[in-house]
């Protein structure tokens, strides 16, 4: 574990606690942005993430990583939100960016098409298969730590991306974009 040291420890110091922060910010925020749809509230729910971490940094046994660790209170978070507030449908295109770099301006336009195409397709799929799809693809997350993160069992978490694969296949297939044009 990159952090395997936090498992025998049960408070952390003030500079230790803003490299954790640095280190995992972007992902818990992008995290919560996906779960909420909004801006402003995954700022709240990832500061609520963090300071409950910083919190119960002594209930962190290591047993998973701490980014799946942040995650599950991530998640805990805004679905403790998403009961007492009022969630807008928001399309999120372009929420990912592709950090690839093209030979022309022309390659960089198709590139970053496909890739908006493909997030608008992946943004419409159902909740459980989006979020499966979105921390394992994007956030690199493994089975295991899907399953826990989610509290589903492996052979769940593998049956949902296989489902979440299939439907991005036919729907691309439907929209009908060219794989070879966007990948140069």
């Excluded at 007492?84 to 030979?103: H, N, P, Q, Y």
């Excluded at 943004?123 to 089975?143: F, M, V």
Aim: glycine letters at 2%; hydrophobic letters at 40%; one cysteine or more.
């Amino acid at each position: 574990m990159e952090d395997d040291y936090l498992k025998h420890i049960t408070k952390l110091d003030q500079p230790e606690m803003d490299r954790l922060a640095r280190q995992y910010w972007h992902d818990v925020w992008q995290y919560a942005y996906f779960l909420t749809r909004r801006e402003h509230v995954a700022e709240d729910i990832a500061q609520e993430t963090f300071i409950r971490a910083f919190r119960s940094i002594d209930s962190f046994r290591g047993q998973c990583s701490i980014k799946s660790w942040l995650f599950k209170i991530a998640r805990n978070t805004a679905f403790n939100y998403s009961k007492s507030a009022f969630l807008r449908k928001v399309t999120l295109i372009g929420l990912f960016e592709d950090t690839k770099r093209s030979a022309s301006a022309e390659d960089d336009y198709l590139t970053a098409s496909f890739t908006d195409e493909i997030w608008s397709n992946v943004l419409e799929l159902p909740r459980s298969d989006r979020e499966a799809i979105i921390l394992y693809a994007h956030y690199e997350l493994s089975y295991k730590e899907l399953a826990e993160l989610l509290g589903i069992a492996e052979g769940t978490v593998k049956s949902r991306l296989a489902r979440a694969r299939a439907k991005l296949a036919k729907r691309m297939k439907e929209g009908q974009i060219d794989d070879d044009k966007a990948f140069r």
